[in-house]
């Protein structure tokens, strides 16, 4: 089974904090993918990585930045937190986001910036 | 604009009973329309798949279809059991240039199976 791991399922922030969420996969997927969920919002992409250090904005970029170093893991940082950033982060990763290519998901990683 | 729409926003049903659960987009180009399965606190898990050409995908006890022209599609869910209390996301993606389609996200529908 495909496995998509955040190592922190629940963070407690202090605004202005730095903040690394991580994010490991273990399919050799090309693409990877950081989405926060908000009530009422649904899935909002904030940065996807098609290859090793290679990435793209989402929709919602505006106070993070993302790092690929290794193809397996795509970490997401937030420079300076914001109550504002308080959410859940859901990671994914995928072959490719065409027909027959399933995207997985991580059980997600709640932030709570206070 | 690409939306997704979905109806409706919450649903309760008993133990047994079927359910279906809509999903309107405007989104084009059309490459692919998902639905995933969301427990509550857990990240999402994929339910089916289905291209422009498919109208109707199952999955056990979820069968899902599409209908590209009026685009809309329905997630049907028979003979409910209460572990299917989740939230259910439709997902469409576009194509687009480059190597990866945008996918966009319907805000789901919460189900609720009570005994």
């Known amino acids: 089974d495909v496995k998509v791991t955040q190592s922190s399922r629940y963070l407690v922030k202090r605004t202005g904090e730095k903040v690394f969420l991580e994010c490991v996969q273990d399919m050799d997927h090309e693409n990877m993918f950081w989405y926060r969920q908000d009530p009422g919002l649904g899935l909002r992409l904030i940065y996807f990585?098609?290859?090793?250090?290679?990435?793209e904005k989402g929709d919602i970029p505006e106070g993070y930045s993302v790092s690929r170093e290794k193809k397996e893991r795509f970490s997401l940082i937030l420079e300076s937190a914001s109550t504002n950033q308080t959410s859940m982060y859901l990671c994914?990763?995928?072959?490719?986001?065409?027909?027959?290519?399933?995207?997985?998901f991580g059980e997600g990683s709640w932030l709570t910036v206070v | 604009k690409n939306q997704v729409e979905q109806s409706p926003q919450s649903l309760i049903i008993l133990e047994g009973k079927n359910c279906t659960l809509q999903c309107n987009y405007t989104v084009s180009p059309f490459s692919n329309l998902r639905w995933y399965k969301q427990d509550t606190g857990r990240g999402p898990v994929s339910l089916t798949i289905?291209?422009?050409?498919?109208n109707t995908k199952s999955n056990g006890r979820y069968t899902a279809t599409l209908d590209a022209d009026t685009k809309q599609s329905s997630l049907h869910i028979t003979a409910s059991q209460l572990s299917d209390s989740a939230s259910y996301i439709c997902v469409v993606s576009v194509v687009r240039g480059g190597a990866t389609n945008k996918l966009i996200f319907g805000t789901g529908t919460l189900l609720a199976v009570q005994p």
């Open positions: 289905m291209t422009f050409s498919e």
């Open positions: 994914a990763s995928s072959p490719g986001t065409g027909y027959g290519n399933t995207i997985y």
């Open positions: 990585s098609y290859d090793v250090k290679m990435k």
